[in-house]
């Protein structure tokens, strides 16, 4: 199984909510996120709840599982990611935007695989690592549409995929944790990543090297 596929899942349809139990909600799965990716899929719930700063019954009246809770947190992290995509497009030159998005995906490929991991190791609700409602297929999409922007701006080679770039990032961060010394901050996924988007730009038009050439020579010459 691909490693964004295990990445993200599905989660519940959400009906509309009061302002204070939206708060609630959102409280709760901002807790959730940050303990389950620091303490693995089976972290305390009473802490989730404490950090988030309601009851127990209220996280479980939202929250009816740790599976469902689960399903949120993967599903809002997705939702997040593709978020930024958007954020890129709209405010960056195409190749930049795609660029700079692929570090986000770096970054969530990297927060996302200590729980991934947590739910494999454990073996409890590991089969929500199977499920999918469309979060991989939104990521992908997300990808493909900067790429495309990218392409047609001239800032990538041709024949470059989204499902190849997504899959070179995953790997990015999968082979930086095996191989992270003491002290490692990320710089060696970020530098993993350098080399996969000099790959991936297109190289300076040699027409427009000479044209700079000629341009120098001339601005010598007077």
Known sequence: MAILEVMVVGSRARGPMRADARRNYERIVAAAEEIFTAHGADASLEEIARRAGVGSATLHRHFPSRRSLLEVVFRDRAEALCARAREHASHGEPGTA???WLRDFTTYAAASRGLVGSLLRDGRDADLLDESDGCAAMITAAAGELLGRARRAGAVRDG??????LALVSAISLTSHEGAGEGDDGTRAG???DLVIEGVRTPRAPAVA???SASASASAAS
């Open 191 to 193: 530098r993993l990543l």
């Open 160 to 165: 470059v995929r989204a499902e190849d770039l």
């Open 98 to 100: 795609l660029f700079a």
């Open 210 to 212: 000479a044209s700079a």
